[in-house]
């Protein structure tokens, strides 16, 4: 069955510092999404995309966060100066259409020191 | 924007017993759809229910969506059923899963 898939699993990185999540959606899907969840809480919606652009997005998702889709089958969220308060699980997904249902990946625990 | 509350929040069974968790929202959905996450942390996807009712295995849900809410039914429970259960919707005109604060579930040998 496909799946989607998110690199690295576990990423430590210095307040300040710039990291890109990467995620490779299910192939013939739409629909991108990107969430976190911090730890102990519940997940958080940041940001869709559909037709190579932001469709949505939620407060959190500030001039901090940018996503991308670099090529046919990545589908990246970059944080330009992290913080600690950055630190979570962050989730991608992916949906064939609009209300259809979303397949999460696997997650990245971003740890920010 | 839209409300979503999971009862109990946490819940502790002896293997066998069967549980009912429940997922009341406050405003009509076009997505509904129940996780289970383990502990790794991944999010286990196991109903797409906006409305009806679906079965797999051990496993069942009911969608009443002109009431407001959503069933999970877990029978005979097993120790790896242990984990967080998330409820999230979705609105129509909205791309954005709304998760509530799950039910943590035990489930002890």
């Known amino acids: 069955e496909p799946e989607v898939t998110q690199t690295p699993s576990h990423q430590v990185t210095q307040m300040g510092q710039e990291v890109i999540l990467r995620c490779v959606p299910i192939?013939?899907?739409?629909?991108f999404y990107w969430y976190r969840q911090i730890l102990g809480q519940k997940v958080e919606f940041l940001v869709s995309f559909y037709n190579n652009e932001i469709s949505e997005k939620s407060e959190i998702f500030d001039d901090q966060f940018s996503v991308e889709r670099p090529d046919g089958s990545n589908f990246t969220l970059k944080i330009r100066s992290t913080k600690l308060e950055d630190s979570a699980m962050y989730f991608c997904?992916?949906?064939?259409?609009?209300?259809?249902?979303?397949?999460f990946g696997p997650g990245t625990r971003l740890t920010v020191l | 924007g839209i409300q979503v509350e999971q009862s109990p929040p946490d819940l502790i069974l002896q293997e066998g017993a069967n549980s009912t968790l429940r997922c009341n929202f406050s405003?009509?959905?076009?997505?509904l759809q129940w996780f289970h996450q383990n502990p790794w942390g991944q999010l286990i996807n196991l109903f797409y229910i906006p409305s009806g009712t679906k079965q797999n295995g051990r496993l069942s849900a009911t969608t009443v969506a002109t009431e407001r809410y959503s069933l999970l039914y877990i029978s005979s429970s097993q120790t790896t059923d242990s984990g967080v259960y998330f409820c999230?919707?979705?609105?129509?005109?909205?791309?954005?899963?709304?998760f509530g604060k799950g039910t943590k579930l035990t489930v002890n040998p």
């Open positions: 997904a992916s949906s064939l259409n609009s209300g259809d249902t979303q397949y």
């Open positions: 999230a919707v979705g609105k129509g005109g909205s791309e954005k899963l709304v």
């Open positions: 405003d009509s959905v076009n997505n």
């Open positions: 192939s013939n899907h739409l629909y």
